[in-house]
């Protein structure tokens, strides 16, 4: 399995118990859609190694499973698999609607502006931040990095692959224009909100 056609799912925490039990955290928004699985595939020095699953139950907290890996049967191989990232093939996701989409998918996409449908440039990678995350578009051989709150408006063409994004007013003009900012303030983070003087700054 490639990890290229893999998404990351979670990790092995920890074990649980002490006949081979592990503690499954799954990082998605809906974790339930994954309380059925019969394989996962584990990040073992550098490749992705299929592990069949004997049982799973529920666990206290929503986003764990209390999983028991086939060949794990004690509790120091489960101690040995702990922090392990876990993978499935990228089928397993759910589809999005077109307002939605996963980071992985929009590498190498090209992005444009909402408002005009003007071409900014072609995603090289989005930049997972803990506020929100940020598109990182080359721009005719310049760097854009792109803001994206959960208040700005989004549209995916997945058959053109293509995403629409509303652009705060000024952002393009710091990377691409003559504006006088320093090279400190070329990147700001925006959520979306009204500016200190009233002007709305996702209009």
Not at 60 to 77: F, M, P, R, S, T
Not at 141 to 149: A, D, S, T
Request: with cysteine.
């Amino acid at each position: 399995m490639n990890i290229d056609d893999c998404f990351l799912l979670g990790k092995i925490t920890k074990p649980h118990g002490y006949k081979g039990d592990v503690i499954l955290y799954i990082d998605a928004d809906e974790p339930d859609l994954y309380k059925e699985l019969d394989c996962i595939w584990l990040e073992i020095g550098g490749r992705l190694v299929p592990h069949f699953l004997d049982a799973t139950k529920a666990h206290n907290a929503l986003q764990k499973l209390i999983v028991h890996l086939d060949g794990v049967n004690d509790e120091a191989a489960a101690k040995a698999l702990g922090g392990t990232n876990v993978f499935l093939p990228i089928k397993y996701l759910p589809e999005l609607d077109e307002n939605e989409f996963y980071l992985h998918e929009v590498q190498g996409w090209r992005v444009a502006d909402a408002k005009n449908e003007e071409t900014i440039g072609t995603i090289n990678k989005v930049l997972d931040y803990a506020i929100y995350p940020i598109l990182e578009v080359h721009s005719d051989g310049r760097e854009v990095l792109i803001p994206l709150p959960a208040e700005i408006e989004i549209r995916v063409d997945r058959t053109k692959q293509q995403l629409f994004v509303t652009i705060p007013d000024g952002l393009l003009d710091v990377y691409l224009g003559t504006s006088e900012r320093s090279d400190e303030e070329d990147f700001f983070p925006w959520d979306g909100k009204e500016s200190e003087d009233g002007e709305d700054l996702d209009k």
